[in-house]
């Protein structure tokens, strides 16, 4: 059986904690068109859910989740920087000695991601990241990720414009974006267990030609979310914990794809003379008007990711990356 389908920035010395963000509100997406697991009962029990975050270009505030939107930072904690010898923009020479100011790229709010398992005493995660390339980072960014509280950030927050990078890699560097976590349910795509791929690929193709959907556009996704399935381009690279050696679990992935038609985009950015009555959630297209909006313009490479995992049984929640285009 198939799974059931901010406030404005506060300024001068006004404290954060007494700004009430409005909570992230989820969209609208249409069901699978297809019970995946009675047409396919090899998948059985391999559906999981994401959280999708479905970004839109905004002015999102610190007391906001946001992808590329300024962090609630604590006062006393030295903003990152990354002084890396071999950090540099593509077809250049090193950019050292001089350290760089990591960007924000995430941060999650637990009260707009409830089915995201924070550590004990946490409520806020944020992830930053060094805006050039690093050759022995898989040639991609070089992130950092934390767990907070946000009421003990929020008691004592950094005021003014954190530093800026003083050179960057505009591929790794996010326009600010509000998020809407929608929960979704997802089937494996590049995941399918090994000794199904050979046996499901023809039968994927026969679904696509008798119904005209495929089953990778419908029922897998590879956009930016929590949880779920990671957004693999390539071949899955899942990673062991360095402390227990056990599979690490998918935390999130922030890739450069993000729909603008079929069955994953949300209802209320159709274009406005596509009738839900006529027109199958999986031949929809974008609102014109409202598709400059989509997605926080970064190429991460060639339309890839960056996929974070986490451990849950070694103290301090260590994590780790996998990085493809």
């Known amino acids: 059986m198939s799974p059931p389908a901010g406030n404005p920035v506060p300024s001068g010395n006004t404290p954060l904690h007494t700004v009430q963000a409005r909570p992230a509100a989820p969209r609208t997406l249409a069901p699978i068109p297809f019970d995946v697991e009675a047409v396919f009962p090899e998948l059985a029990g391999t559906a999981r859910e994401a959280t999708l975050l479905y970004p839109r270009a905004g002015e999102p505030g610190p007391d906001d989740s946001s992808i590329g939107g300024p962090l609630l930072w604590p006062a006393d904690e030295p903003w990152p920087m990354c002084a890396e010898a071999d950090h540099y923009k593509p077809l250049?020479?090193?950019?050292?000695?001089?350290?760089?100011?990591?960007?924000?790229?995430?941060?999650?709010?637990?009260?707009?991601v409830p089915r995201l398992p924070f550590p004990v005493g946490s409520d806020l995660l944020q992830v930053l990241w060094c805006p050039l390339v690093h050759e022995d980072d898989q040639y991609a960014a070089n992130p950092r990720l934390y767990w907070r509280s946000m009421a003990l950030t929020a008691s004592d927050p950094m005021f003014g414009e954190p530093p800026r990078p003083h050179t960057a890699e505009e591929d790794y560097v996010p326009r600010p974006c509000t998020v809407s976590p929608t929960p979704a349910w997802e089937y494996p795509s590049r995941d399918v267990p090994r000794e199904l791929v050979e046996l499901l690929s023809e039968r994927f193709e026969e679904l696509e030609m008798e119904r005209g959907y495929s089953y990778h556009d419908v029922a897998t996704t590879q956009q930016s979310k929590v949880g779920g399935y990671p957004g693999w381009t390539q071949q899955p690279d899942w990673p062991d914990c360095a402390g227990c050696g056990t599979p690490m679990e998918h935390l999130l992935s922030i890739t450069a794809t993000e729909p603008g038609m079929g069955r994953w985009l949300p209802l209320d950015d159709r274009g406005p003379l596509q009738d839900p009555a006529t027109?199958?959630?999986?031949?929809?297209?974008?609102?014109?008007?409202?598709?400059?909006?989509?997605?926080?313009?970064?190429?991460?490479?060639?339309?890839?990711?960056?996929?974070?995992f986490v451990c849950r049984t070694c103290p301090d929640t260590p994590y780790t990356h996998r990085y493809d285009c």
């Open 279 to 308: 027109t199958p959630s999986w031949q929809t297209e974008a609102d014109p008007a409202a598709f400059p909006a989509f997605g926080h313009h970064m190429d991460l490479g060639d339309l890839g990711g960056m996929y974070f």
């Open 92 to 112: 250049a020479a090193p950019v050292g000695p001089v350290p760089v100011a990591m960007v924000p790229v995430v941060q999650l709010y637990a009260r707009d």
